[in-house]
């Protein structure tokens, strides 16, 4: 089912959408692509731009056509009465679809209205209407304020960065990227006469950062975002952030900016966050995921728990982490999904009140009576599922209580989605990394070589359990690398015996162009680079 979600979203964009009866035909492909594979982060995008309406693409058109044949040939079969009634449900849905796709194929000809279950799911014609273009108000001046009173002047939010960790064990340092939960810590301060370079307003300025003029764009960002809450803001002031140590722009982008929202909404409001967040504000207020989310999600593993905020966007991620077998991450992390900056510094809030304040104090009550007992056993408990149930239906968005009852079930999923799994699989070859873009070739060791290949082998071999057989050569394209780091060992022990340098050299540039291959093989599949999470220029976002 998740090649036929990918060829709906391809084919979608191969629909026209000038009128509203076709962006809701489109609306309608993308949906059933959703309901096939929640994972398929294209269709995702596409229904976010669907009311506005989609180009044609016929640079697919090849692909569009072997796409199509594939689609009937599926149908005959979903169709048939061996298939069963759920396939027939499906077969409904997917020839309402069908039949605009593909207008010409003799089955079209007799469907004259739609006959799949689409009420309640796709929206009615009238909202893809066009949008009324109502004229814009030109933007409210900003007051400047002469003195700042801060209602917090300190505060502590951790997220999870890129940072580089140095390891001179072998009397020679190696350099590499890892993705750890940190820290970020505030101080704030009115503006100052030497603040007056970096531009005037509200703002934040990481500290530890050799090139701040590159988050200038970002602080900005903020500062729109969090005038969305409604709240008054300083016209000027700096709210200083530190993470204990460089904070690596190339690496992680924007992913700071959820963690320095809160702060700066802190410093100005009675609100005084306590939690873990991972996300993005964008402008309008929106909360989204950062890149490499599945990494930055995995790290918090290892981090001290407590509440944390995701995006609303993290929901096809949040299974994942049971088939990785670590449903303790839903016990010591009481998850939360927030959709924009409200619900993001309202949950993250150490005095939230209402419903979030209510279910906190359930689940709390369910993490301190655990005892002895295995998560599993735990969440199995017919009485403590009752009380998770009780929790998510009370509080949809807790995403612990939601994940802990599917554990609890017995109905987890046991496969890792293609993307999350290609993200897996690059995460257990990380330690190729420093080996890979390492100059100096000729002073190498076995030692070390045979260091990242245990340190790689064991994790991409535990990953086949939690692999379907469909998406095997995800996993093979890891043990490849594996075998090229062998030989690579092999003829470096070799190196100084008769023609062994040479034999040396082809192993050296084997391994780095099969690191290099795998790589972006891998980075295609997961798809998890976000272009708005990128810092475009040094002076702006």
Known sequence: MTRLSGELSMLSRTLGADQPSDRRKIAQTLAL????DPANREARELMDNVRDGLLRDPADSTKAEKSKSHLWELLAWLESAEAGRDAQALAACLTDVAVVIDPYHDAAADHKKDTGAWNGWVPELVAYQPKEVKPVDPDPVEPTVAAVTFTHTTGTVSTPLWFIERDNSNGREVQQYVMKPRKI???????????????????????????????????????????????????SGRVYLDCSGDYLV???????SAAAALLMDSSVSAREPQATVMGII?????FKLPSRA????????????GRLILPREAEPLLASVLVMEDPAFYLKYEVLLAGSLKELVERADKGAQGTVAEVGAKFAEIQVKQ?????????????????LVDIAQAFPDHASARMLELQGSGKRPTWLPRPVLAAEVR???????????????????????????????????????????????????????ITALRNLAKARRDRDNENGYSRYQTAINSAKGTYEAVRRELDAVAADEDADDRIRSSGGR
């Open 33 to 36: 692509a959703l309901a096939l």
């Open 185 to 235: 810590t505030m101080r704030t301060t009115s503006t100052r006469a030497e603040d007056e370079d970096r531009g005037g307003g509200f703002k934040f300025i990481l500290q530890g950062t050799q090139n701040y003029r590159s988050l200038d764009g970002t602080s900005d960002t903020l500062t729109r975002a969090l005038r969305t809450l409604g709240d008054k803001f300083p016209g």
């Open 250 to 256: 190339d690496a992680n982008h924007k992913s700071i």
């Open 282 to 286: 964008r402008e309008d207020g929106s």
């Open 294 to 305: 599945w990494d930055r999600l995995r790290s918090l593993s290892d981090g001290p728990g």
């Open 371 to 387: 005892g002895t007992m295995s998560v599993g056993q735990y969440a199995a408990n017919r009485f403590v599922r009752q009380r």
């Open 427 to 481: 995460r257990a070859l990380e330690p190729v990394g420093p080996l890979a873009k390492n100059s100096d070739t000729y002073n190498l060791e076995v030692d070390t070589i045979e260091k990242v290949i245990e340190a790689c082998r064991p994790k991409v071999e535990a990953l086949e359990r939690y692999t379907d057989m469909r998406d095997r050569d995800l996993t093979t394209r890891g043990k490849d690398l």
